[in-house]
């Protein structure tokens, strides 16, 4: 956590795939993602359709379709708590990770597994675990895993500062 703590903001490319039971092939994107520390979180996708998500703070905004539309993150604390996931990685923020999942570390500094076990029962009902892959103070991989089965993995690969 202090290692990525250390870096104050970055960019990266990604790609996701949205492996989901009812369709044959899984979904898939790709676009960038920018940080900056200690909350703006940005992913931009490019492909297949152009879409923002950009949270800053405890607001969220969604580009889509020439529609922008802004949620407080504090109505919505199971979308709150899937943001954290990533932010609080991001940031280094363990105790925000804890505040909503339980944590289990694996590997070495140079190349490391975080798992994340929401410990919110509605959250617990929707996701079952979140792993995220890294090296050093990068991460390269993010899969959740939902409670019904259905999954996404996104790649990611940094672009600069990250």
């Known amino acids: ?7 104050p903001a970055g960019s990266a490319r990604f790609v996701e795939k949205k492996y989901m039971a009812m369709l044959e092939r899984p979904l898939e994107s790709s676009g960038e993602l920018r ?5 703006r979180l940005e992913k931009r996708t490019l492909a297949p359709k152009p879409e923002t998500l950009l949270v800053q703070g405890d607001m969220l905004t969604v580009e889509r379709a020439g529609r922008r539309t ?8 199971e ?10 990685t991001l940031a280094g923020n363990r105790q925000a990770l804890e505040q909503y999942y339980r944590l289990a570390l694996e590997g070495t500094a140079k190349r490391w597994t975080l798992t994340l076990t929401p410990s919110d029962s509605r959250m617990a ?11 050093g103070e990068r991460l390269e991989r993010v899969e959740i ?9 996104m790649t990611i690969v940094p672009t600069g500062g990250q």
């Open 145 to 153: 895993r939902q409670a019904d089965g259905d999954r996404s993995v």
């Open 125 to 135: 009902a929707a996701i079952a675990a979140i792993r995220i892959d890294g090296a």
């Open 70 to 77: 802004t949620i407080p993150l504090g109505n919505h604390p």
């Open 1 to 7: 956590m202090a290692t990525l703590a250390r870096q």
């Open 35 to 39: 940080f900056v520390a200690p909350d």
């Open 79 to 88: 979308l709150a708590c899937f943001i954290e996931s990533l932010r609080g």
